[in-house]
């Protein structure tokens, strides 16, 4: 139990904890059955390009997400660039896409990597979904595609942003890469759209060391993908477009089926963690954990908060610092929007307020299977006792953290 600014780790106090807690550490399920899985794909001496782990994989996702295609890729950001591409649009139609400015990176990469130009919009200011209040003025006759983002498990507003595409006739496609298992209303993610993409990265929910997958109920769209990924191949073994190689190996899908086997529990877990969450940070000032909307399911594998600089009394970045030296390895998700990204410089004038504004207050804290009440109680205490000497803990920390700040 922590008192005052001298027992925090920054300041010299000893470490709340020995080893890190951390967000994103990997749902790996049992590990004799994946060895199992392991020596089985050993076995059959058929490591890649679409082997019978890879298929039971698939079939699983799609189970879960709804649909009918479940198209398995090496890793999300190739599955959106796929996505963005000619190949998947049915030729050239427009060469901007709609995506929000509070996301990670890769929605924006993909479809600059494509050769394409991403147009960002703005989100709501308490969820950080994208908003499609701002979504029609952004539409041009160049348009090709919305790419809406179910930030943290939080479904997009998905009917207005269906309406939306419709009205235009645009693609519509979700990166649900934190999002499988989650629902909007009593429809499970996945089917929404013309395409929705999963990542199955070590830090998800599920994993499969590296991996990703593209879901959809387009059967002509789900072929199509599956050539893409295989170099073009069709499977009259002709090359019928351009293509990638975006397979997901057996070693990945006998990690992805073992992490498969054990998310229910994580799920449980998580709920419950969340609860625990609510509870010890209740009454902190300016720290703010991001509910849930109930009408939807959430894995809850992602704990936000946010760090209102003038009712804390601290700034997130130092409250980051804080926390890091007490081994609780929190994550600024996500400390910068996509205007504000270097790479994209010639959109610094965009007008982003909410995204920008939550980009410097969103805090991840560890979850997970790893982390239990005890840890919570541990955390949240950290967290308290440093904003109940907000300026002090500032004083000190600005010296002490000097130009070493995420932002
Ligand atoms: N769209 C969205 C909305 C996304 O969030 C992402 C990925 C993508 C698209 C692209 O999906 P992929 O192409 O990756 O399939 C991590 C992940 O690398 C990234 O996949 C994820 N989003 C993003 C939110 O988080 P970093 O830069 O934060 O990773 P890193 O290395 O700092 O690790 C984060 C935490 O996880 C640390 O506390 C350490 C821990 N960790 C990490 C790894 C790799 C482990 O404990 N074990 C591990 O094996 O991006």
């Not at 996505?83 to 427009?94: F, H, M, N, Q, R």
Request: proline letters at 5%.
């Amino acid at each position: 139990m922590k008192h005052g600014t001298q027992d925090l780790a920054l300041f010299g106090g000893p470490p709340a904890f020995v080893e890190d807690r951390r967000v994103g550490r990997p749902n790996q399920g049992d590990r004799r059955r994946f060895l199992d899985r392991m020596n089985q794909v050993l076995d059959n001496e058929w490591l890649s390009n679409m082997g019978p782990l890879m298929h039971e994989f698939e079939a699983r996702v799609a189970e879960i997400a709804g649909v009918r295609h479940c198209v398995s890729l090496c890793n999300a950001t190739v599955a959106l660039q796929m996505l963005v591409g000619d190949e998947a649009t049915g030729g050239a139609i427009g060469d901007e896409v709609i995506v929000p400015a509070l996301t990670f990176p890769a929605t924006a990469h993909a479809v600059r990597w494509r050769g394409l130009r991403h147009v960002v919009c703005d989100v709501d200011p308490v969820t950080g979904l994208i908003d499609p209040d701002r979504v029609e003025a952004l539409i041009t006759p160049r348009t090709r595609a919305i790419i809406g983002v179910h930030l943290w498990g939080q479904p997009c507003d998905v009917p207005r942003l269906e309406k939306i595409a419709e009205k235009y006739g645009l693609r519509l496609y979700f990166d649900a890469a934190p999002a499988l298992g989650c629902s909007y209303g009593d429809t499970p993610v996945g089917g929404f759209g013309d395409a929705e993409v999963f990542s199955f990265h070590a830090t998800k929910v599920v994993n499969s060391f590296e991996g990703g997958a593209i879901v959809t109920d387009d059967d002509a769209l789900a072929d199509r993908m599956r050539a893409v990924r295989n170099f073009g191949f069709s499977p009259d073994g002709r090359v019928g477009h351009v293509g990638t190689n975006g397979k997901l190996n057996e070693a990945a899908a006998a990690m992805g089926l073992t992490s498969l086997d054990a998310l229910p529990e994580t799920v449980a877990h998580n709920r419950a963690n969340y609860e625990r969450y609510r509870v010890a940070l209740a009454g902190i000032p300016g720290v703010r954990v991001l509910e849930y909307d109930e009408q939807h399911r959430n894995t809850h594998h992602y704990l936000m908060v946010t760090v209102d600089r003038e009712a804390a009394g601290l700034h997130r970045d130092l409250l980051l610092h804080v926390l890091r030296a007490e081994h609780i390895l929190a994550q600024p998700y996500f400390a910068q929007a996509m205007h504000q990204l270097q790479p994209y410089a010639e959109d610094a004038q965009v007008e982003a307020p909410h995204a920008e504004a939550l980009c410097g207050q969103l805090l991840a804290l560890p979850t997970g299977p790893a982390v239990g009440a005890d840890d919570i109680e541990t955390i949240s205490d950290a967290i308290r006792v440093a904003v109940a000497h907000g300026p002090e803990v500032t004083a000190l920390g600005q010296a002490r953290t000097a130009g070493t700040t995420d932002r």
